[in-house]
């Protein structure tokens, strides 16, 4: 039994998106990829599993889209619950970051109402509304809501990447009919920029926060980092037993990048999907990744198409249930990863025309 389908593109439908019906929903969804998740009986019980609480950590609030997890004094992660009442308000995951000078959110969430829901939780427990907030990468499930945090005409400082600043407005004709077009992309506009080389230290008083550049799920994303105790609000470069959404992937520098963040002392990893994460479930999404490239690189180069190599690919029991969002995430990492290959084989043959003939 199919239920409706439900995800991550620009045009996601959220429960402030007035008068969408089906048909509107369908081809939204459709036209940037049906990124659909058709959840059956079976599948709900997986989600269940997948979504269980992390039994660690004080849950400080919780509704039908998300549950609040505290994880320190002053740090908290937004584990959102898009499966289990199919509500989409937030469908990204989180944070709030508190110091005694300011207050920082990670992420804007799906729509407007999540990214004030986030606000006010940070108001409810700190006492202030967001100072800071940090978007990590242009898709819109992470994205979408900025204007959630806007309060008496201010709106707090919204930091990004150039690169993805310059994303999210190529990308707001994909985003017509949420009402808040205008306003939303003047806060894209205006967004305080992320150094590209260095990154930035926040110091929110008595708290600094790293925000780091990376790349690899898309063209730019950011991690956000805390050294004590030790946090990784890792954005989408991390999912927790949900197979990634590899559409704007470059497969190889996904995995460096993943890396690049793990750190060797005990640390708790904020994925941008799925539960709180430890090294343990981190080492279980490379060993997920490594199978899939196994599996690209065995057909790459071959008669078999990305799509027949997906049909074939089967992670082994031991690496646990991987959900996927929609049922051709396998076929879109495949491609990726022949894409990848495809470019560096065509760099490889340049590079050894250039050293054949150096004259040209
Ligand atoms: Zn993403």
Redesign the pocket.
């Given at each position: 039994m199919a239920t409706p389908p439900f995800y991550?593109c620009q045009t996601i439908p959220t429960t402030d998106t007035p008068g969408l019906s089906r048909r509107q929903f369908l081809a939204r969804t459709g036209s940037c990829g049906a990124h659909l998740l058709w959840m059956s009986a079976a599948g709900s019980l997986v989600t269940q599993r997948l979504f269980a609480e992390g039994s660690a950590h004080k849950i400080v609030a919780r509704e039908p889209w998300a549950r609040l997890e505290q994880l320190y004094d002053g740090i908290w992660a937004i584990v959102s619950t898009p499966l289990d009442a199919k509500d989409w308000t937030t469908l990204s995951n989180g944070g709030i970051i508190a110091g005694k000078d300011g207050v920082m959110v990670i992420e804007s969430f799906a729509g407007a109402k999540g990214a004030r829901w986030a606000a006010q939780q940070a108001h409810e427990l700190t006492g202030r509304w967001p100072t800071d907030v940090v978007i990590t990468?242009y898709?819109g499930?992470?994205a979408n809501g900025v204007t959630g945090f806007v309060r008496d005409g201010e709106a707090p400082r919204i930091w990004t990447t150039s690169k993805t600043r310059e994303l999210l407005l190529q990308d707001r004709g994909q985003n017509s009919g949420r009402g808040d077009e205008t306003e939303r992309t003047a806060l894209y506009e205006s967004t305080q920029e992320i150094d590209a080389t260095n990154g930035n230290t926040i110091d929110l008083g008595g708290r600094k926060v790293r925000l780091e550049p990376r790349a690899g799920?898309?063209a730019s994303d950011v991690t956000i980092e805390v050294e004590d105790p030790s946090v990784v609000f890792y954005g989408?470069l991390v999912w927790n037993h949900m197979f990634p959404?590899f559409r704007d992937t470059t497969p190889s520098l996904f995995e460096q990048s993943i890396r690049d963040a793990m750190r060797e002392r005990e640390t708790i990893y904020v994925p941008?999907h799925g539960s709180i994460a430890d090294t343990a479930d981190i080492e279980g999404l490379l060993a997920v990744l490594g199978e899939v490239e196994a599996a690209a690189r065995k057909t790459f180069g071959t008669e078999m198409t990305a799509n027949e190599t997906a049909r074939l690919l089967k992670l082994p029991d031991s690496l646990g249930e991987w959900i996927r969002f929609s049922e051709n995430y396998y076929e879109v990492a495949i491609s990726a990863w022949h894409q990848e290959l495809s470019l560096e084989m065509k760099r490889e043959r340049m590079d050894a025309a250039k050293a054949s003939d150096p004259e040209s």
């Open positions: 991550t990468h898709h499930d992470h799920h898309t989408d959404n941008g």
